[in-house]
């Protein structure tokens, strides 16, 4: 069984999901892939899980960098779950390539080479964003691009991090928009 509630945040108000293991998922309203994992049989409850995200969150709202994890459920492919731990792993304020995660994962799994669209399709399905960083990924052209919560939230994000701005850009044409 899965249980939502909603969190008020400075960007919008924000969805979120959990069983009875942890957050299952966040999503800001009106973001790309809304709900996307969310099991249609769901009751809005406030559980145990979700005072601690809600603590994290203004935590991190407030400018500070939680040093706390909530507890995550996170649910998909093995190679989803691979990005999906790396992007736990990028520093707070700090911003990562596509490709350099692909190349991470690549050296990881022995392979040759991996698919940073690849790498893109499973940062773009993540449901838990904030929490688990995917706004921290960016183009390797400096571009900020596939974010599903959109562009203007990310630079957002990134600003209340403390990322410096000026070497990115939004892009006006492409299909990460």
Known sequence: MQYTTTYQSPLG????AADEIGLTGLW???EKFYAEGLDPENEEKDIPV??????WLDNYFSGQEPDFMPPLH???SDFRQCVWTLLREIPYGETITYGALARRIAVERG???VSAQAVGGAVGHNEISIIVPC???????GSLTGYAGGIQRKVKLLTLEGV???TFYIPTKGTAL
Do not use: P, Q, T
């Open 13 to 16: 108000e924000i969805l979120l």
């Open 28 to 30: 800001f309203d009106g």
């Open 50 to 55: 979700f005072y601690d995200v809600k603590r």
């Open 74 to 76: 996170m649910i998909g």
């Open 111 to 113: 392979l040759e080479r």
């Open 135 to 141: 706004h921290r990924v960016v183009g390797a052209d």
């Open 164 to 166: 410096d701005m000026e």
